[in-house]
């Protein structure tokens, strides 16, 4: 991480040499940092930074990068601190004295709050599991430009986020542990497993994965299979208008990958998968 210098305010004195007299100008303000000029790119896509206000150097808008990364922000009003999740990690800002606790621990860094935004110092984003902040060399034509890249910069994870992103829906990532123990969904099988499960309004799913070698496939259609029938059990009799998805539930297996969803353009997600499995070829 390269730290910049704030740009220098700069005063012009204009004045004229008179005969008998000196007249001099009252010094003027003619450039000052008015807005944030950081250019941030998060995964490959630059993030639109024209409405947040100024802040001091190496500081990073807290909210926008949460969100752009598929993460939520929660302010707590009695606690007066807000909470700032990335997948299984979580950024705590009190703004009582602006302190910051990554997963619970504190860090010797402070927020800055500027006109509602929270800014903390792009070293804390370093701090969570798999991210890597990067900011352009002072030489070069972006200077003050910053590159962070995040586990869901992975291909298998974009893909995920495209299916739930073509059908308009939410669900929440559900991690290993929980996919084996609350699901019954064989882990164990699978090289690498993305799944998004949804509240209990609705029956969306989506499961992307590429399966190990030598995978028990039947284990793993048995076990989407007997998820898939539970949810039919479910919404034959609650919010039934979402008992069609169900019935039109997809299991495809291609070339070593696996798609199990339920939703909306089931068609739609089929054909992203299917791109996605020719692109690795």
């Given amino acids: 991480m390269k730290k910049f210098g704030a740009a220098a305010l700069a005063l012009t004195l204009a004045g004229s040499m008179t005969l008998p007299a000196l007249a001099v100008e009252t010094p003027v303000l003619i450039s000052a940092k008015v807005g944030y000029t950081t250019t941030i790119t998060l995964n490959g896509e630059e993030l639109d930074t024209a409405a947040l ?12 990068v949460a969100e752009a990364d598929h993460g939520n922000a929660y302010w707590d009003q009695e606690s007066n601190e807000s909470w700032f999740n990335f997948g299984q ?3 705590t800002v009190n703004f009582d004295d602006n302190t910051i606790l990554v997963n619970d621990e504190l860090v010797k860094e402070k927020a800055e709050v500027t006109a509602g935004v929270t800014y903390v110092p792009a070293g804390v ?3 969570l599991d ?23 910069n992975d291909p298998m994870v974009k893909l ?15 991690y290993e542990d929980m996919l084996a123990d609350a699901y019954k969904i064989p882990v164990d099988q699978f090289e690498q497993i993305v799944a998004f499960f949804p509240m209990i309004t609705s029956p969306d799913t989506v499961i992307v994965g590429k399966l190990a070698e030598n995978a028990d496939q039947k284990a793993v259609t048995d076990a989407l299979e007997a998820y898939r029938q539970s949810q039919e059990d479910t919404f034959s009799w609650y919010l039934s208008q979402h008992l069609p998805k169900v019935q039109d539930a997809r299991t495809v297996i291609e070339d070593g990958y696996l798609l ?7 068609d739609q997600a089929e054909q992203l998968f299917h791109d996605f499995v020719a692109a690795q070829g």
């Fill in 89 to 91: 990690d979580k950024i």
């Fill in 260 to 266: 199990f969803f339920i939703g909306e353009n089931a």
């Fill in 53 to 64: 206000p100024a802040a001091s150097d190496s500081m990073l808008p807290l909210r926008l």
């Fill in 125 to 127: 984003l370093a701090l």
């Fill in 130 to 152: 798999g991210f890597t902040v990067t900011w352009a060399d002072p030489t070069a034509e972006n200077f003050g430009a910053v590159d962070i890249t995040t586990p869901n």
């Fill in 160 to 174: 995920a986020y495209s299916i739930m992103e073509s059908s308009e829906m939410f669900g929440s990532r559900t």
